[in-house]
């Protein structure tokens, strides 16, 4: 069965395995690039990889909405039960628990993760998703790091990672975590939203095809590819 992947402008992703709908980093509702409203989104589960608003600014209101259970760090899902979403599962780094989805582990990202109300929001993540019949790493904000390599060690069949620069790694730095993660596909996230993180995807897709073996997938915000 292929899975659906909806990019929905900067980090926010949705993935449709078929039989569920993840909703990965809700930013909808101020994201200039985000092609829906948060109130249009269906989903079972929501992933959210820090604290920073651009990452979570909708995650309230749509599990409140859907009662999708929220998947976060420790220190967020104290705060969404503060918001009054009960529902939150507090993992920290290489933890992994199975979820009707499949397997769901959260990764180190090198990053910060303040809530938007100034909550110490503990550590950045990222995640590694083992699906039926596919491993999808999101990197989450980050810097480019050395320990990728044991997180492509498996095989991932797509990465997600961002290109924007300024507040994570751009696209030099992306190119070599590629090179670490060794995925089949990889698509580019946090970038185009605003112009301090601007960045040319056809010239990054490019970049991709050159130097290393995975195909890039660099849809429009609202655009979908298949794994
Ligand atoms: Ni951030
Ligand atoms: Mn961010």
């Excluded at 604290?51 to 599990?63: L, T």
């Excluded at 009662?67 to 993992?91: D, R, T």
């Excluded at 019949?133 to 961002?162: E, H, N, S, V």
């Excluded at 790694?169 to 970038?191: F, N, Q, T, W």
Aim: proline share 7%; with cysteine.
């Amino acid at each position: 069965m292929s899975i659906e992947i909806t990019w929905l402008g900067h980090s926010t992703f949705l993935i449709n395995t078929g039989k569920h709908k993840l909703l990965v980093d809700p930013f909808l509702d101020d994201n200039p690039a985000a092609p829906i409203k948060s109130g249009d989104v269906k989903c079972d589960f929501i992933l959210i990889t820090h604290g920073h608003g651009d990452h979570m600014a909708d995650a309230v209101k749509i599990a409140q909405r859907t009662g999708a259970p929220l998947i976060c760090n420790y220190e967020i899902s104290l705060w969404l039960a503060k918001q009054g979403v009960a529902n939150a599962i507090g993992m920290n780094h290489g933890g992994a628990i199975t979820q009707p989805f499949g397997k769901v582990k959260m990764t180190i990202a090198h990053h910060s993760s303040v809530l938007p109300d100034g909550t110490y929001g503990g550590n950045p993540a990222g995640y590694l998703l083992t699906l039926d019949g596919a491993k999808i790493y999101i990197a989450g904000d980050t810097a480019l790091f050395g320990d990728m390599q044991l997180y492509g060690r498996d095989g991932l069949d797509l990465a997600i990672i961002p290109i924007g620069d300024f507040y994570t790694m751009g696209p030099d730095d992306s190119i070599e975590a590629i090179k670490l993660l060794k995925p089949k596909r990889v698509a580019p996230c946090h970038y185009n939203t605003w112009p301090p993180i601007a960045q040319d995807a056809k010239k990054w897709a490019d970049m991709v095809r050159k130097q290393t073996s995975a195909t890039p997938e660099t849809p429009e915000p609202g655009g979908k590819f298949s794994i």
